[in-house]
């Protein structure tokens, strides 16, 4: 059995192959190569635009493909997705379609877009978008440099953006957001109904989701006297409760728990205060509920 694979190609393929090396999955991509090679035997992966993604992976092209859900939305694309997977080019966290103008202009709402010309690559988003405030202006498809194209050759836009920085820098405001996004895992129906495929996929999405989870987070030791454990337990997080166990001296114990790595830097020398040594800190690569 092979599971044909679709991956971005484009802004999202770096954080992508990153958090699949996490998820235990490792390919490797020559330069100008859209076939990228991996370790595992039942996949065959292919590079392709997450604009089109959702598309081939309903036709069957692909068994299942990672894109976003604003570009399922464009296409369409009758497809199951089986799993939200929290990133993108430059972070964990969605992406945001916003109708975006001029500093100086006078739209100040999308009510103000009446007679408007807008640009924008998701053209049925945004003519739905639109047509739910009641709002009839035109809008054109833009093949790239969108926000570039204000206020000479049209009046608005509606561009994605995970920090606002791009806009800002070409003078734009963002008037209202449009939609949030964030990459899915999606799977062909036939695929889905097929139960080894099936189970392949699912277990793509669990180690997948498990990456994502260890994101920002890192594991703690500790050994400690055992008359300081409930010191130490009240200032240690843990995603439920710390782990502890007996060490061969009946008078000392091991605590072990999952934090927050932007918490390490205070809490180390807290636990250090309370007794707390050998402590160590290691990075986590999945973390499954």
């Keep these: 059995m092979k599971i044909k694979l679709g991956l971005p190609k484009g802004s999202l393929q770096k954080a992508t192959l990153e958090l699949f090396h996490k998820a235990g999955y490792n390919f490797s991509v020559s330069e100008r ?3 990228p090679s991996i370790d595992d035997p039942e996949l065959e992966a292919m590079l392709i635009r997450a604009q089109e993604m959702a598309r081939y992976v309903q036709d069957g092209v692909f068994d299942v493909g990672l894109t976003g859900k604003d570009w399922i939305m464009e296409s369409e694309a009758d497809v199951v997705e089986v799993a939200e997977l929290v990133y993108a080019k430059q972070s964990m966290r969605p992406v945001s379609w916003v109708l975006a103008v001029p500093n100086d202009c006078e739209i100040n709402s999308v009510k103000d877009l009446e007679g408007k010309k807008i640009a924008t690559e998701v053209v049925k988003i945004a003519s739905r978008y639109l047509a739910e405030n009641g709002v009839d202006a035109e809008v054109e498809f833009s093949w790239g440099a969108t926000e570039a194209k204000v206020p000479d050759l049209v009046d608005a836009i509606i561009e994605v953006t995970e920090t606002g920085s791009s806009l800002r820098a070409n003078n734009l405001r963002i008037v209202d957001t449009v939609l949030e996004s964030t990459t899915r895992l999606i799977a062909n129906k036939n695929s889905w109904a097929d139960p080894a495929r099936r189970e392949k996929i699912e277990n793509m999405a669990l180690m997948l989701q498990g990456a994502i989870g260890a994101e920002g987070k890192v594991g703690i030791k500790l050994n400690l006297p055992r008359e300081r454990l409930e010191d130490i337990l009240a200032i240690l997080p ?7 166990n007996s060490l061969n001296d009946p008078d000392w114990v091991a605590v072990e728990a999952i934090i927050d790595e932007n918490i390490v830097r205070k809490i180390i020398p807290q636990l ?4 707390g040594q050998d402590i160590i800190e290691y990075p986590l690569n999945k973390v499954i509920p």
Aim: net charge positive; glycine share 8%.
């Design 238 to 244: 843990a995603m439920k409760n710390p782990t502890i």
């Design 272 to 275: 250090k205060k309370k007794g």
């Design 33 to 35: 190569s859209y076939f």
